[in-house]
Every structure is written in C-alpha cells, then in structure tokens.
C-alpha cells in the first residue's frame, strides 16, 4: 500500500550519453554564458583545455586548481580569476572535488554552473557543499550551489582507473541504499535507489575486469546520476555519518572508506529496515541485502579493511565514540556496543553481521 510521502523536485537539466561533449558550446550558450571559467584538478588540465578549446570565444579562461574537500584557500585564488576574467558561469570538468570548486563559486557570485562529471561521485546532482578551512570540514545546503546543467558523456569516464571506479561506483550505491530507509522516502526515491544500485551491480564487476567496456561505463554512469540525485533529495543516515567521522579523523580517502563501510552499515540497519533491504537484496539480485554489498565491493578489487586504510586498531574506540556523541536520525537507534562491533569488523575486513 503506497504511503503518504512529499516529494521535493530539484530543477536540473541533465543531458546523458556517449560523445554528449559536442552539445557543449550550445548548452553552454543556453545559460546564456559568454565568459566561462573552465575548471579542473592539475591532474585534469588537459581535459579542461579541451573543453576550452571548444567553447572557442565562450571561455575566458581555465583554473586546473581544484583540490579535495574544497579548501577556501584555492576557492578564494579562483575567486580573484573569476574577477580579473569578468566571469559570467563556470564549466567544471571531473570529479566531486572539481564540482565541489564550482559550487564555491556560484555560492559567493550566483553564476550559472555547467558540470562534466568524470566520476561516480553524484555531486553535480545536489545542492550540498562541503568546504574545508584550516582543516575543518563545514558543509551547507543551498539551493545557490545546484548546478543548473550536467552532461554526462560515458567517453570521458573510460580513463577513470579500475580501482576508482569501484570505490567511486559503490560510493554512489551508498547513497542509494540510505535513500532506501530514509525518514523523507518516497516512492520516486525508491524507484531511483532500486535503479541506481541495479545498474551499478551491473556494471562495477564488468569494469574491474575490462575498464574499457563501454556499455558498463554507461550503466555505472547512469548508476552514478541516479545515487546523486537521491543523495540530493533525502537525508543520509548511520553509513554517510560513520564515513564522514571515521574518513575524516583517521584521514582515510573517501570513496574507499564508503566502500568498505557499507555493507556493515546496511546490517546494523537491517533489522529496522526490513522494507529497503528487500529493496536492495532484490537490487543486487542477492539473498540478503548487506551480504550482497559486501560481495559487489569485493568484486570492484577494493580494499576490504579500514586497516588497510591505515586506520590505527585505537581509533575503533574513538569512532564509535565520536559515533555516538553526535546524534542524528537512523532508522536505528545508535547504540555505542553494537556500533563498536560494526566499526570493528570493517576494520578488521570481516563480512558483515547484525549485532
Ligand atoms: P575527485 O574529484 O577528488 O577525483 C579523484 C581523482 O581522480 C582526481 O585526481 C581527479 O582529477 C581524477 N579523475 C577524475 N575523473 C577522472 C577520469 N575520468 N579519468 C582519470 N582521472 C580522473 O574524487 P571524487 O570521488 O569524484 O569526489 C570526492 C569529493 O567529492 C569528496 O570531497 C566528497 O566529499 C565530494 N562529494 C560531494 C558531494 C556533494 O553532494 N556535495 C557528493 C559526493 C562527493
């Protein structure tokens, strides 16, 4: 029976497929930009440059700056490009750090954005910012940052190495399942979480085989807009709180901390959710729904323990502390024992268990 649910619509515009980059210039010019500033990671230069390069006359420039966690420090140096060039949008080509600049920009100018998603990290979907100043992440939500047009082109993701696409892949699967057992759930939201994470059980063994399988490249991209778009429209719960606590005080990058979490996430959930994890189990094509995600992350290649990480055996104790100390809405309640034992087996890479 269909509950009662409020369902909240983002306005973006979202172009999908293969060779999608050529619509560029005019999707650019239907922002009505005339100056943009193309950005980067240095790793991603080129690809920034090429983006230029089609937009002839529309780019005032290129900044290959962007880092992780979005330190305000490189925001601000953009900042005074975006002045110097008399910048009227911004086209951001790469990942969530890459987006992430993009978003710091528009939240202190209101400029247009145009993103290039060239990973699985479903940023460009959401109108969440995450900034970093002196080390210390501080993250808002704001409709400011919503980027008003993403093309995903599968060509661009083909050279995402084997071992981030898995992470970067399963990261986006982390969205979906919460999305399954969030307070604000409703029925579109499952819908997209379900399709997410089938797509992505499709494609993430295919890709750590052959990264060069086009049609997986495709569902995992498709996969990856889907765990974006959910991410933006419900509120996350224990998995994405672990992550952020654990990645952030042990220094742990992460897409691989997400990964390796899940599955435990889910199993501590599963009790109190028996609705969404039939939902994934169903999903994944698996008998049990945590079981399954454990299996999908080892699939990609991954790494399996937080140990391997580098998280130190003390910092068990800490995170679930930390865990703890902080409350927000699970679907059940966070309890410091149970929560320690979770913490535990992802660090010792054990399969997970209800505890
Ligand atoms: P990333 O953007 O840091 O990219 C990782 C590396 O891969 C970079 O060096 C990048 O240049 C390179 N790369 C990206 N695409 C490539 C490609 N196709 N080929 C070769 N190299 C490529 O990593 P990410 O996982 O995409 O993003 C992580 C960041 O995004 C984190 O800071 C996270 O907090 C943030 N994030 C934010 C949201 C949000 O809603 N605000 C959502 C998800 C993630």
């Keep these: 029976m269909i509950e009662p649910f409020v369902y909240n619509g983002l306005p973006a515009r979202v172009v999908f497929g293969w060779g999608t980059l050529d619509k560029l210039p005019e999707e650019v010019d239907r922002l009505g930009i005339k100056r943009a500033l193309v ?6 230069e080129e690809s920034a440059r090429d983006l230029a390069k089609r937009l002839g006359p529309s780019a005032a420039g290129v900044f290959p700056g962007a880092t992780m966690h979005t330190p305000v420090e490189v925001t601000e140096k953009a900042m005074t ?4 060039l008399g910048v009227d949008g911004t086209v951001a080509v790469g990942g969530g750090s890459t987006t992430g600049l993009g978003k710091a920009i ?12 060239t ?3 479903g940023s460009e979907m959401t109108p969440i910012i995450g900034e970093s100043r002196d080390g210390l992440k501080s993250t808002q939500t704001t409709l400011d940052v919503l980027p008003e047009t993403v093309i995903y082109d599968v060509d661009l993701t083909m050279t995402l190495p084997a071992s ?4 970067s892949g399963v990261n986006a699967v982390a969205h979906a399942v919460e999305a399954l057992y969030a307070r604000e759930r409703n029925p579109i939201v499952n819908m997209m979480s379900q399709e997410c994470i089938a797509a992505m059980a499709r494609a993430l063994p295919r890709i750590a085989k052959d990264p060069s399988d086009r049609a ?15 991410l933006a429209l419900v509120g996350m719960s224990l998995h994405h709180k672990l992550c952020h606590t654990i990645g952030g005080s042990f220094d742990l990058p992460h897409a691989e901390t997400h990964t390796i979490v899940l599955a435990h996430a889910a199993a501590y959930n599963a009790p109190a959710a028996p609705d969404a994890m039939a939902r994934i189990a169903q999903a994944l094509q698996a008998d049990d729904a945590a079981r399954g995600l454990f299996d999908l992350a080892k699939a990609t290649g991954a790494k399996m323990a937080l140990r391997d990480l580098g ?3 003390e910092g068990i104790d800490k995170a679930a502390d930390l865990a703890v100390q902080k409350p927000y809405w699970n679907p059940r309640p966070i309890e410091r ?5 979770l913490i535990a087996r992802a660090w010792a890479g054990e399969p997970p268990q209800v505890s």
């Design 311 to 313: 998280m130190p055996e």
């Design 337 to 341: 024992e149970p929560v320690r034992a």
């Design 106 to 117: 528009a939240l202190r100018t209101g400029l247009p954005q145009l993103v290039v998603p």
């Design 119 to 121: 990973t699985y990290a």
């Design 81 to 84: 490009v975006v002045r110097e």
């Design 216 to 230: 997986a490249r495709g569902d995992a991209l498709y996969g990856a807009w889907l765990g974006g778009a959910v």
């Design 164 to 167: 981030l696409s898995g992470t």
């Design 39 to 44: 950005l980067s990671t240095p790793p991603q």
